[in-house]
């Protein structure tokens, strides 16, 4: 392993990275702005979790055997864990 | 609800990236478990290797172990030596090349009034990134994950008893499954 490939886990890829320094309120003006952004990927994530709700369903005919070998193993193990 | 943890049978310990997410399930399962929602971590390795690494963990949280059925195979996050000779394994709902023999997922079933189990939901790779806690506070800060230089974005991640000062991370290396247990 050569020594170049390494690098100290507090800063992996960028090196003191810093953004423009303004004053307060042009700081609460991109702040303001950025979160209409973050609100609208808010209630895009709701929509989506809304969705997946809404897939189908599949059946799991494994848990529904009656053998007692593996799958009822298996059924053991789905029965403790369910929702 | 089921975290399918990478823990192969034989590891001397759970994987890394698994046991980051999980140092978050034992604050959600008390809370999860008074809106009917049942959870628990599954992994292929014994029930003697899963209660071990818990303990030196410090994790509560329900862990039990496929290891005597096909429960991570049938979910797709634990590949046969067949489908490792291939050299690319069915995961994350397509054929692609994995470095472990076992995957990280997690799974949804429903359990209706009659008993029967329904398979709801299933999400793979980044289809996790919700789960892991330390990375939505990582995205608030100014650096970020601070991962762009990483070969493989965990390579940074270690068990959180096994941090040091001075931690190096390698950045071309890429993800390598824990080793097997002596003896």
Known sequence: MATTNLTTNQTTSKKGDQAKVVGPAEWLAARKEFLR?????????DELSRQRR????????????????ASRRWQICLADAAS | MVYHFMFGPGWKE??????YLADGFDGAVVHLSHRDVSFAAISRATLPEIECFKKRMGWRFPWV?????????DYHVSFSEKDKANGTVYYNYEMTEFPSEEGPGTSVF?????????????????GLDM???????LDLAPKGRDED??????????HHDKYVESQMVD??????EPAKAKG
């Open chain 2, 65 to 73: 172990s496929s290891f005597a059925n096909e429960f991570n195979h």
């Open chain 1, 37 to 45: 952004k973050e609100k609208e990927f808010t209630r895009l994530r």
């Open chain 2, 171 to 176: 950045v071309k290396a890429l993800y390598v």
């Open chain 2, 14 to 19: 759970g994987c890394p990236s698994c046991s």
């Open chain 2, 149 to 158: 230089g990483l070969a493989f974005t965990m390579a940074w991640v270690r």
């Open chain 1, 54 to 69: 809404a897939l189908p369903w599949e059946r799991v005919e494994k848990n529904c055997s009656r053998d007692p070998g």
């Open chain 2, 110 to 126: 429903y359990k209706n009034d009659a008993g029967e189990i329904f398979h709801t939901y299933s999400a793979y790779a980044r």
């Open chain 2, 131 to 137: 789960m892991v806690g330390t990375y939505n506070w």
